[in-house]
């Protein structure tokens, strides 16, 4: 029989996760680089955060410990299935074209440029530029320094610049001709 | 702070937010002019990050035990919570009856857990309804790749055409869930490495006739919509159970 607590339960979970579920696919999928592991990675890591939703004191912790919860589950995926990240080289047309679905070539170029970017920097500009992250954040986070953070997230832009203007896209510098 | 430390803290933080940047800006054009050029890419960055979200699906979710305890299944679960309750007088003799009952019924764990198992796997199906389509088109190989190697080394090809292939949560746990087509109509076929079982299993409701396989470390449920297809169901079981290797 159903309680009320748990009916609140249930209540309170549905509620955290429609707000943060697509920032939980997208860090998953920028993180993986394929969106079919995104989808089972986000999946295993709702169940995860369904269990232990008791531990989560404060809803304003949840984005943070969802996105935690994202990040070991996805290192969890590829250990338990013996993976390598997926190489860009590797990734198929149609895996691509799901990720570059925007009609506008310029855009694609940026998010290729990005998908080419190792993790180390892929990761915290992801969360930086999109979930609106701190540099001191994101250090806790990934568990590095915060000096780490900066020089990562430096060179993130610097390569993803050169990728762009070499690749003549100039997409960066468009804006300020 | 000289041009090339702002340089490397606005690459690194294109809102400024660090202290003596908007200072070093206020009196040097070029930096300036390379504070516009990262804030411009940060906003491409932004909108390439922004890739489209899937329709949210929330997993089956297993019940949770009172007191935040690990999840177990609806017997284990209601047992434990009477456990801690505080009982009326009466509950002991009925406590009493219950074990008793138990022992002379002799259910032991494993079966409680099969019939959970069976639980989940008709309830999913009651839940991925549409999966059972009649089709001819196949699922493109690199999603069937996926949803299965994680868990199968090895399994014959030769079982049909796979017109749907999921990763679905059963039972805690996320396992290959494919529709292939038979002679009489779609079959699922649900892949459960780790679910051992001690023998088959019937699985019967409204449109699932099918049967639970004990395979190796795990089990795999073939089921079809319509009884006459229980010697096709048959057939493929026997090639699956002889065929797959479990990769966990």
């Excluded at chain 1, 394929?34 to 709702?46: H, K, T, Y």
């Amino acid at each position: 029989m159903h309680t009320s607590a748990d009916f609140e339960r249930r209540q309170r979970f549905e509620r955290l996760v429609s707000t943060f579920h697509p920032a939980l696919y997208r860090y998953a999928a920028w993180l993986s680089r394929d969106p079919g592991i995104a989808e089972v990675v986000v999946q295993e890591s709702l169940l995860r955060a369904w269990r232990s939703l008791d531990a989560l004191r404060e809803d304003e912790a949840a984005k943070q410990w969802l996105l935690t919860i994202v990040r070991r589950e996805n290192a969890r995926y590829f250990e338990r299935k013996n993976l390598n990240m997926v190489d860009i080289d590797n990734l198929s047309a149609a895996e691509a074209a799901t990720i570059a679905e925007t009609g506008e070539p310029d855009l694609d170029d940026v998010r290729e440029a990005i998908y080419g970017l190792d993790i180390e920097y892929r990761e915290p500009l992801v969360l930086q530029v999109l979930m609106g992250y701190s540099t001191s954040e994101i250090a806790e986070l990934l568990g590095i320094r915060q000096g780490a953070v900066l020089t990562r997230l430096h060179r993130a832009r610097l390569k993803l610049r050169d990728i762009l203007s070499a690749d003549g896209c100039r997409f960066a510098l468009r804006d300020n001709r | 702070m000289n041009c090339a430390d702002y340089r490397e803290a606005i690459a690194a933080d294109p809102s400024e937010s660090f202290d003596g940047g908007a200072a070093h800006a206020a009196g040097c054009e070029e930096c300036r002019k390379y504070r516009q050029e990262m804030q411009a890419l940060d906003e491409h960055i932004a909108r390439a990050l922004a890739i489209e979200v899937p329709e949210l699906r929330l997993p089956e979710l297993p019940p949770i035990e009172s007191g935040g305890g690990k999840p177990g299944g609806k017997r284990a679960s209601g047992f434990r919570a009477s456990r801690f309750a505080t009982p009326p007088f009466w509950a002991g003799l009925a406590a009493a009856a219950v074990v008793a009952a138990v022992l002379v019924v002799g259910i032991p764990q494993e079966e409680r857990s099969t019939e959970d198992l069976v639980g989940e796997i008709l309830a999913h199906m009651d839940h991925e309804e549409s999966s059972r389509q009649v089709t001819s088109v196949p699922v493109a190989t690199r999603t069937l790749d996926r949803v299965v190697s994680p868990q199968v080394a090895g399994m014959d090809q030769d079982i049909g055409l796979v017109t749907y292939a999921m990763s679905c949560v059963i039972n805690g746990r996320t396992v290959p869930h494919l529709v292939i087509q038979g002679d009489k109509g779609p079959v699922t076929l649900i892949l459960l490495p780790e679910e051992t079982i001690d023998a088959s299993v019937p699985l019967s409701g409204e449109n699932v006739h099918g049967v639970l396989l004990p395979v190796g470390n795990g089990s795999i449920a073939v089921i079809g919509q319509r009884e006459d297809q229980l010697d096709e169901i048959g057939d493929i079981g026997r090639k699956l159970a002889e065929s797959v290797e479990w990769n966990i």
